[in-house]
């Protein structure tokens, strides 16, 4: 019953969103018609690119900084552990707008490089959270245990702990990621030429009527879909790995009558 009053009230609310755009003329061909014309749709093609190539930069960069701020914050050296959490901490604190703005303006970097900074300082501190987190929720017997056989910390990190942490992680980075792809809109600020400031141009240069409605309705869904490409790669990355053979449990021999110890009946 809830599920059903649920369904409603979003069928509700998503057909009253229709009616207003109707009713305010956001569907007419006047609005519409910019989206035919080769400029118009170059224009956007080029901005997605221009986001695209933020986010990767940004997307791998990040990943590398909270892997190697994460190293720092597990280290035995308290200098290397104390640094690594200050830097953490502060870079998570900081507004991911302020920091753009300030390598751009007080750096007089150019907008790409500004972006992508400021994209991999937040994002990198909080995957370094992630990945933290994530080694430490392996259970602490695999460590002993792996300590036992005489491995050092850092085989223990890498064929014990972090190929457990990662299944656990996953889900989370993915989300992280996607918060970095829609932060990509900060560009447009900064006069970085990405996908949402390539819908701005349109809105509000063109002489039709200022189609600030129909620009949204085509950008949304682009964003949309890619953050749900995502989700669907993080969750193909985890079905592969469970039938990854090197993860798969490895059969064990039935046991056999062996050869009995002198004097054993």
């Known amino acids: 019953m ?12 998503f057909g009253w969103i229709l009616y207003l755009l109707f009713d305010t003329g956001q569907f007419t061909a006047t609005k519409w018609r910019p989206f035919a014309y080769k400029g118009i749709q ?13 986010f990767a930069y940004a997307a791998v960069l990040s990943l590398a900084l909270g892997a190697l701020l994460a190293v720092g914050r597990l280290s035995d050296h308290a200098v290397l552990r104390r640094l690594a959490t200050l830097f953490v901490e502060f870079f998570r604190a900081m507004p991911v707008l302020v920091m753009i703005f300030f390598v751009f303006v007080a750096l007089k970097v150019q907008p790409l490089p500004a972006l992508v900074t400021g994209l991999t ?22 460590r ?31 989300s992280q990621l996607v918060v970095a792809l829609k932060d990509t809109s900060l560009g447009y600020l900064i006069t970085y030429e990405e996908f949402l400031h390539a819908g701005k141009l349109i809105a509000s240069n ?22 749900m490409l995502l989700s669907w790669f993080a969750t193909w990355v985890a079905r592969r790995q469970k039938r990854n053979p090197k993860t798969e449990a490895a059969g064990v021999a039935p046991a056999e009558p062996g050869t009995l110890l002198p004097g054993a009946q």
């Open 2 to 13: 809830y599920g059903v009053a649920s369904t409603v009230v979003i069928a509700a609310l």
């Open 42 to 54: 170059e224009l956007l093609l080029r901005g997605l690119g221009n986001t695209l190539k933020a």
């Open 121 to 142: 300082l937040y994002n990198g501190s909080v995957l370094a959270e992630v990945f933290r987190t994530g080694v430490n929720s392996v259970e602490r017997g695999q």
């Open 144 to 174: 002993e245990a792996a300590y036992a056989l005489g491995m050092r910390k850092t085989q223990v990190m890498t064929y014990v702990l972090v190929p457990q942490a990662v299944r656990a992680m996953l889900p989370t980075i993915i």
């Open 206 to 227: 063109l002489d039709y009527d200022l189609p600030f409605i129909p620009v949204v309705m085509v950008i949304s869904p682009i964003y949309i879909g890619m953050c």
